[in-house]
């Protein structure tokens, strides 16, 4: 993929994209390949893997692209990112099944060139794949197609609690100047993990959606965590986050109880394409183990 020269008006901004990625190597080489889209190219792609067979051919394929070996785990996975990246201004975390309409990252990188109080972005989602049976890649390109492209050099932004960390755009020199990292006590998929880093920034300066960048996440079933790891975290994580002060009890609190209640409720007639009742059986073990002082993300690792 030739990457071509940085849009004028974002030219002095050096912009990466970081993909970590887990047992999806044909979704990954559709989307790496989906970057050549892109009116404004990164200046850097960083793929973050734990087994050579998350990534397939891409190397090959894609020699231009650094790939970085490391430990499991998404939080693993996107500190191994950090550390890869030196004098880039912006890090663009993506998941592997996340499309991105042409001018999102032209319009991401004026945005942090323009505003510099930005510390952390995120873009519209025009549709989700995770709240259902998943999308496939025709269906993405399909809505963003369909979608009509707003004004490039419109950055009005509004504030949000936290990026979706599908794709989740943060400035590096508050990371490096604070030296902060991803939670590694989120393991596996990391619920949360998201919210913890962008209210970890949130202390240096402004979060805000974007809402002309858009994409879509195909929420991709293949390479997700059980069930019941899931459910487990649902619960565990929103009260460790809360112990470190990282969210407040209030918001804490609604999450578990609305995760929990959805599954209570799904469970009686539960989708195909979600693990509901695992998902309820990992919620009561976490409330469980609320209840004896027993409870930890990492717990997961053990189930």
Known sequence: MAMSPPDPISRRLSLAVGIATRGRPRVLAETIADLEQQSRQPDRIVISYAEPGDIGDA??????????????????????????????????????????????????????????????????VLA??????GLSLEEAKAVISAHAPEEAGNSETTPVFNAYGCNMCLRMQPIREHQLRFDVQLPLYGW???????????????????????????????GRQSGLRLGYSQVANPVYL??????????????????????????FAPEPYVDRRGRLRGNLMAWKDLLTGTIAPTRILNL
């Open 59 to 124: 190397p090959e394929r894609f020699p231009q692209v650094d790939f970085v070996q490391g430990p499991l785990g998404l939080t693993n996975q996107r500190n191994a990112i950090l550390a890869a990246l030196h004098q880039e201004d912006v890090v663009l975390f993506l998941d592997d099944d996340f499309y991105l309409e042409r001018e999102y990252i032209h319009k991401m990188a004026n945005l942090f060139l323009s505003r510099p109080e930005v510390v952390v972005a995120t873009g519209r």
């Open 128 to 133: 989700d794949g995770i709240n259902g049976p």
């Open 192 to 222: 949360y993990e998201d919210v913890d880093f962008s209210r970890q920034l949130a202390a240096y300066g402004a979060v805000v959606l974007l809402p002309t960048a858009c994409g879509v996440h195909l929420g991709s079933k293949s």
């Open 242 to 267: 809360a112990r470190k002060r990282s969210v407040p009890w209030s918001y804490a609190i609604a999450s578990m109880m609305s995760r929990s209640l959805k599954n209570v409720v799904r469970s």
